[in-house]
Each structure stands twice: as C-alpha cells, then as structure tokens.
C-alpha cells in the first residue's frame, strides 16, 4: 500500500516536474515526457494492477493538465502498458539499449496518438513540417528521458525496505 | 469506451473531470511554483537586485492601471472631436482587473498557454482578456473553481480583434497566434486586414475593444509591432507578423480583467 502511495506520489511530482520544464522549440516545442516514461517504467517491473493504476493515474493527470478534450494520454498510456507488459519477459529492462529504444518508442507513440486525436477533432491545426519536428523532437526527448527516469527510481526504491516476497526487483 | 472517451467527448464532463484534476494539483502547483519563485528571487538577491522584488511587483500592477489610462486618455484625445458633438458622452474608464499568479505552465508543449492560481471562485470566467505590464497576454480559456487556463496570443487558437493603433479609421484585422520561432520567441500573425490600407514596419497592434467570441476585450492595449507586411494569396487582404511582447520569456503573474466598467459604476 506504501509502495503504491509512494508510486502516485511520484506521479504527482513528475506531473510538476514535466510541466515546469521548458518546451524546446528545436524539438518542436516538445516537452519531456516524464510520465510516458514512468508509465513504462512501471509496466516493465511491477504486477498488473499496479501497471493500471500507474496508467490511469498518468494518463488523467497528463490530459487533466492538459487543454483540450480527454485522450491523447488516455489513448497512449494503456497502449504502452499493454505493449511492454507483452514484451518484458523478453527484454531486459535495465539495460541501457532497451531503455533507449522503449524510450524514444513511447515519446513517439504518444505524440504520434495526440497527433492523431488533434488531427481527427480538429483541436490543434496539424502541419506537415510542424508535425514532423514534434515527432523528432519526442523521438530524442523520450530517449533521454526513460533511463533517467529509471536511474531516479531505482535509486529512490533502492532506499526504501524491501517489500516481503516481492519477486525479482 | 476509452475511444468514445476519446472520439466523443461530452464537453460538461470534460469540464468537470479537468476542473477536478486541476484543483486537486493547484496547491501542490502553487507551492511549487512558490518555491521556485522564491529560488529566483534568491538568485536575484544573490545579483544584488533582490530587495526590489516585492516592490517590482507593486510597481508592475501600478503601471497596468496607468497603461490603461494612457490608452483611455489617448482615444479620448484621438476622437474628441467626434465625442464633442455626442449628446450623452459617458467618459471612458479604466477596467476592473484581479491579480493573479500563474502557477504552470503547459504539460505537454502541444498548447502555448499557463494556468493561474485563481478560477471561478474568484470570479473569473471564460474569454476574459489577460494583461501584462507588457501587453496582451492571452485569455481564459477553461476555467475551473481555483486555477484558470490561458490560452497566450501565440497560440494558434487564440484570435482577438486588433486594429493598428496608428490609423485612426480602418486597419483592423484579427490576430492569431503562430507559435513560436526556433529560438523560441512567439509569433502571432493580424490577418484580414483591409488590402488598401497602408501598414508599415513598426506599426502598434492593438486591441480594438470589439467583442471576440463573446469575451471581455478591453480597447487599446498593447499586442506587439509590426515586423513584416504580405498580400493575402487571394488579394483581398494583407496581413502582418508581429511578436507578442508580452508573452515572451517566463511569466510570474499577470492581470485577469473581469470589468471594462470601473469599480465605482459597477
């Protein structure tokens, strides 16, 4: 129950984090996406319902502070959470490769789906040029972001007791 | 049903699901952005030019209500001529605005816009005009119980009707946001603009007062300048690109403007 406090906590705080970092115009005004990749942080290491609860969360908090409709975190996050849930059995996920490639994937997929929803609701004008520099942009961006955000983590868990029968971590 | 979430939203729920996540984060938001403020004024203290903070900001607010006098005092000046002449002329007064700090910023860089720390309980309502010692800043956009979102004036989706502020009849237009430049510097582009009329660099956009999407709009205040003049593909109009001063760098605070009567006739 800690663990999982703690967890929302840390959501929370990447929530703030995420939105007091600076948009970088020369990654298409991009921001990191520090949530997508503690959605995959979590999905890669932690049991199925704790996997849930992480990607509501993040995906509520990131559309919730978001303008506009409900969805492209809603469409993003449990695609991501489905996805390395399927796959991480067969990567290893401290590795710094898998940590670089799921990375920039999950920066791409979520701007890839917020491109998406945008572009199908009509809420933000969608550019060619533009578009594609946001995709680059999240591409670089999420593959720095990941294994920063799991060095974090695991240094904080790292910190805290040990859980009682709690598998590999 | 996460894509008819998704696909369909129902705008009330919409409404109410975001107004809940915002007013849950706002105090950790504010506390957040307390703290950095006071980082920054550390770091001010530490330059020497710390002890002027809180008077900077008095000042600040203090220059917003003597801008709009100026600009009152301007047009009254411009169309004295015409007004004499008016039988039941009510001088034109200063606006009602409310203080406000913006707690943060946009979480996924898809929207140009910040959030302040003061929503419908403060009385702030949608499409309100969001001002600056600078200039024009945006409007409200999405308003919850604490915090409000603005939409700033480099944000494509933000459009308020403008006029040059050199030509007296003619010259209006509507501006809307273009993002920003690579170095990071906003953009906003006045559009519609009458193809006969002479616009050249340098010339001030303003806000000409009318009603834009039903919002609060006061008259004359500053947007940005002129930097580049082209002719509309069809020929009909021109149009201009201009930077918004105002919402250039890191806001700390800014004025909601919920009255254009002044306080004493409300």
Known sequence: MKRRLLMILLLALAALLQQVLPAWPLFGGMKPPILAAMVLYYALRRDNRERWIVVFVAAVLQDGLNLGSFGPALLAFPAIGIVANKVRNEVFADGLVSQLVFGAAAGLFTTFSALLIYGITGQRPVQ??????????????????LPLVSLSINKLEAALPKRKGYGWQ | MLLVVVFVPIPSLTQKGKGAVRDAMAPAERGASSVWQRFAEAIAAIRGIGGAVGKNRELAHELVRIQADLNRLQDAEADNARLRRAFEFRQANSYSMIPCDVI???????????????????????????????????????????????????????????????????????????????????????????????????????????????????????????????????????????????????????????????????
């Not at chain 2, 001063?245 to 009255?259: H, I, Q, S």
Request: proline residues 3%; charged residues 25%; hydrophobic residues 40%.
């Open chain 1, 128 to 145: 060619f040029g533009e578009s594609l520099m946001r995709l680059g942009g999240s591409f670089w961006l999420g593959m720095a972001t």
């Open chain 2, 104 to 266: 943060s910023r946009d979480i996924s860089g898809w929207w140009n816009s910040v959030r302040i720390g003061k929503g419908r309980a403060d009385g702030i309502g949608e499409n309100r005009a969001v001002i600056s010692p600078d200039g024009l800043v945006g409007r409200t956009k999405e308003v919850s119980k604490l915090t409000s979102e603005v939409l700033l004036v480099s944000d494509p989706a933000c459009r308020v009707s403008a006029r040059i502020a050199r030509l007296k009849n003619g010259g209006y237009g509507l501006v809307r946001g273009a993002g920003s430049t690579l170095k990071g510097y906003p953009r906003a582009r006045m559009e519609f603009i009458n193809k006969d009329v002479e616009i050249k660099v340098g010339d001030e956009v303003v806000t000409s007062g009318l009603s834009s999407e039903g919002g609060l709009f006061p008259k004359g205040v500053h947007i940005g300048y002129v930097e580049k003049v082209y002719q509309d593909k069809s020929g009909l109009f021109q149009y201009a690109e201009i930077m918004p001063r105002a919402t250039v760098g890191l806001l700390d605070y800014v004025f909601v403007v919920t009255d254009l009567r002044p306080e004493a006739q409300r």
